[in-house]
């Protein structure tokens, strides 16, 4: 691994922290940016827990469900989902933290890990993405020749912890809901 896709890799959580303080410091939330925020959020939440309920870290490379369409659909739907973080905020300010933090730690730890599966998975792997894009998804799944039948696993979801974006988006619009109603004041 690179040295600095590990720094990106073991940083982009802890830096996160003081973005989303600048984030919300410059936020200026309106009942309509949160009513327009708040399903685009969802959206990106859900195409979260979809990919979750497939992903089988460190176990198969997995490539059925979003897989089939994008090689990184949690990131996918974290990148809508910061689309619906940047609305419901409604400044720009916070827009190009978000938007910038996103797109600048999250390309650099697609392409670390994007190494380490080639080097785990080898020929599956450059045939997987030859097939599938690496971010922006086709329109019809690919049919890969050891695709196997794989299927959405609540259990996966869970073993995944995905449910800890869905409490962070929701603790996010709670916040900007505050924001909002302590301005009124």
Same mark, same amino acid.
């Given at each position: 691994m690179s040295s600095a896709g590990a720094f990106f890799s073991r940083w982009r959580v802890r830096l996160s922290y003081p973005c989303a303080i600048l984030v919300l410091w410059f936020a200026r939330p309106t009942p309509r940016s949160l009513l327009w925020g708040a399903p685009l959020g =969802? %959206?990106? @939440?859900?195409?979260?827990?979809?990919?979750a309920g497939h992903l089988h870290k460190q176990e198969v490379l997995t490539v059925t469900?979003?897989?089939?369409y994008t090689r990184n659909p949690l990131y996918l739907g974290s990148a809508i989902l910061t @689309?619906?973080?940047? #609305?419901?905020a409604h +400044?720009? $300010?916070s827009? #190009?933290? @978000?938007?910038a933090y996103f797109a600048l730690f999250y390309s650099i730890v697609m392409r670390r890990e994007e190494a380490e599966l080639r080097q785990?998975?080898?020929? +599956?792997?450059?045939?997987?993405a030859r097939a599938v894009p690496l971010f922006?998804?086709? =329109? +019809?799944?690919? &049919? %890969? +020749?050891?695709?196997?039948a794989g299927s959405f696993?609540? $259990?996966?979801? &869970? &073993?995944?912890?995905?449910?800890?974006a869905s409490i962070g988006f929701l603790l996010l619009l709670g916040v900007l809901l505050l924001i909002w109603w302590l301005r009124l004041r």
């Open positions: =969802l %959206l990106g @939440l859900f195409i979260r827990a979809r990919a469900g979003p897989y089939a @689309l619906g973080a940047a #609305v419901a +400044s720009w $300010a827009a #190009v933290i @978000l938007c785990y998975h080898g020929a +599956s792997f450059d045939e997987y922006f998804p086709r =329109l +019809s799944p690919a &049919k %890969l +020749s050891f695709a196997g696993s609540f $259990a996966q979801y &869970k &073993k995944n912890h995905e449910y800890q």
